[in-house]
């Protein structure tokens, strides 16, 4: 089965600085994608930034970028120039593409902006 | 206006009630998803729907059911509810095809179970 580990249940940063998140992840899978969600005090699941495995490209949203090692199933996610709009807790997630409708989701990392 | 609603956003009810969660769309999407959150554990799939002929268990699907009225409907019912069924539940939707990976979320329901 596919899992997803957050190994940082807390981060900080300071206003403007960058930060970045790691992620994990374990399939046997070749073709799947992944994401960062985004989960503010409002409760809403916000889509971050996504990356299809089969490129090589990493994934670029604005300030949001990703680090996508295939072969070490690393996902990492970088926030730069950081806002205290940012704060909030950040879910990686993973879909293969063989047909599983599960989006498996790691616990998660809170992310403190400082002003 | 939001793609996919959710009502309640909060609810409190008491062991043994049954109670539905609402979840409307307006993106189009075929695929509609039930997921509970707890803290810690992360989102987990209760259900999902394909279309309103193909509905599908997921990881926890015990003591919950659900029902796909239209496209753009999909309800989950907690038919005798549990202290531990105190979650949050989130509703999703993803559309068919090459290149629609992605699931959007709703605002999330908050419930109680007393």
């Known amino acids: 089965a596919q899992t997803v580990t957050q190994s940082q249940p807390e981060m900080s940063v300071q206003e403007a600085e960058t930060v970045t998140l790691s992620c994990t992840y374990d399939t046997s899978e070749s073709d799947y994608y992944l994401f960062w969600y985004k989960q503010p005090p409002s409760r809403q699941m916000i889509l971050v930034i996504r990356?299809?495995?089969?490129?090589?490209q990493n994934a670029t949203e604005n300030r949001f970028s990703v680090n996508f090692q295939k072969a070490a199933k690393s996902f990492s996610l970088k926030i730069s120039d950081s806002q205290l709009g940012d704060a909030a807790m950040y879910f990686c997630a993973y879909i293969g593409q063989g047909g599983s409708e599960k989006l498996v989701f790691g616990k998660g990392t809170k992310l403190t902006v400082n002003p | 206006d939001a793609d996919v609603t959710q009502t309640p956003r909060n609810r409190i009810t008491k062991t043994g009630k049954r109670i539905m969660l609402e979840c409307s769309q307006t993106?189009?999407?075929?695929?509609m998803y039930w997921y509970r959150q707890d803290p810690g554990l992360g989102l987990r799939l209760i259900y999902y729907?394909?279309?309103?002929?193909?509905?599908n268990k997921g990881e926890i699907s015990d003591g919950y059911s659900v029902s796909r009225q239209a496209q753009a409907k999909f309800s989950l019912s907690l038919e005798s509810a549990i202290p531990n069924q105190t979650a949050l539940y989130f509703c999703?939707?993803?559309?068919?095809?090459?290149?629609?990976?992605?699931?959007?979320f709703g605002p999330g329901t908050r419930l109680t179970v007393l």
């Open positions: 999703a939707t993803r559309g068919a095809g090459a290149g629609t990976d992605t699931q959007y």
């Open positions: 990356q299809e495995a089969y490129k090589q």
């Open positions: 729907s394909f279309d309103v002929k193909d509905i």
């Open positions: 993106k189009g999407h075929d695929r």
